[in-house]
């Protein structure tokens, strides 16, 4: 089945406490991207990449960190974490913008990941 | 800069009824996507709809339709014969080009509609 597998689901932690979500993608897809979900402000972009060792910032990239390591798999590091970053974090995968006429290239999201951090 | 509006927090619709959500974006690239996605009380976002900004006819995907008005720059979802199980948040989502032409298939989303479906 192709998906887009996030994990844990929900996280509760510390502040300061590095921790990492963990994203993986069976779909073969070159773009993947993280988006963060609050109250009132739809899905906002932290990071995305294009392809394997190619990254690049969102619109709210402070306090996160990527990797792109292999083309299946893009964590989302929280290096030391603030109560700020209490949200719900999305993982997406998509094909390249540009392949085939006409392509679509849509977004498959995670199940999400709840984060609180105390 | 690109945006995409909601203008509706929560709506109301009769079980069968069909319903509107509203969305307008902003642009000034000729070349975008649209799409709408589906947020379930579970949490998980579901793809339901997509219409490309040269494409002719409005996209239907089976009870969903979406009724694109390019020149007022509105691009509404339509969802007829309500179901229970549509009562969920709707996100209406733009795909930005990047500055310099380039793709970078980043969406704007807008900041949802609650729709309840009421028996």
Redesign the interface.
């Known amino acids: 089945e192709a998906q887009v597998t996030q994990n844990p689901r929900y996280l509760i932690t510390v502040t300061g406490k590095k921790l990492t979500v963990t994203c993986s993608q069976n779909m073969n897809h070159e773009?993947m991207?993280w988006?963060r979900q609050d109250p009132?402000?739809?899905?906002?972009?932290i990071y995305?990449s294009?392809n394997v060792e190619v990254t690049d910032k969102?619109d709210v990239p402070e306090g996160y960190k990527v990797s792109r390591k292999e083309k299946r798999n893009f964590p989302l590091i929280l290096e030391s974490p603030s109560p700020n970053q209490t949200s719900?974090y999305?993982c997406?995968s998509?094909l390249?913008?540009?392949q085939g006429a006409?392509a679509?290239?849509?977004?498959?999201?995670?199940?999400?990941t709840?984060l609180s951090v105390l | 800069a690109q945006k995409?509006t909601q203008t509706q927090p929560g709506m109301f619709v009769q079980e069968k009824e069909a319903v509107t959500l509203d969305c307008t974006y902003d642009t000034s690239d000729p070349s975008y996507?649209l799409?709408w996605?589906k947020q379930p009380s579970?949490?998980?976002?579901?793809?339901l709809i997509?219409q490309?900004s040269?494409?002719q006819q409005n996209a239907t995907e089976g009870r969903y339709s979406l009724n694109f008005q390019k020149a007022r720059k509105s691009a509404n979802l339509v969802i007829s014969a309500s179901q229970l199980g549509d009562s969920a948040m709707y996100?209406c989502?733009m795909?930005e080009r990047s500055v310099d032409g380039g793709?970078?298939?980043?969406?704007i989303?807008?900041?949802?509609t609650l729709l309840a479906v009421q028996p």
Not at chain 2, 103 to 107: G, S
């Open positions: 773009y991207s988006y009132g402000l739809g899905l906002r972009q995305y294009m969102g719900l999305f997406a998509s390249r913008q540009g006409k679509k290239n849509i977004q498959y999201f995670g199940a999400g709840r | 995409i996507g799409f996605y579970s949490g998980e976002m579901i793809f997509y490309g040269y494409d996100f989502a795909r793709a970078t298939n980043k969406l989303f807008g900041t949802g």
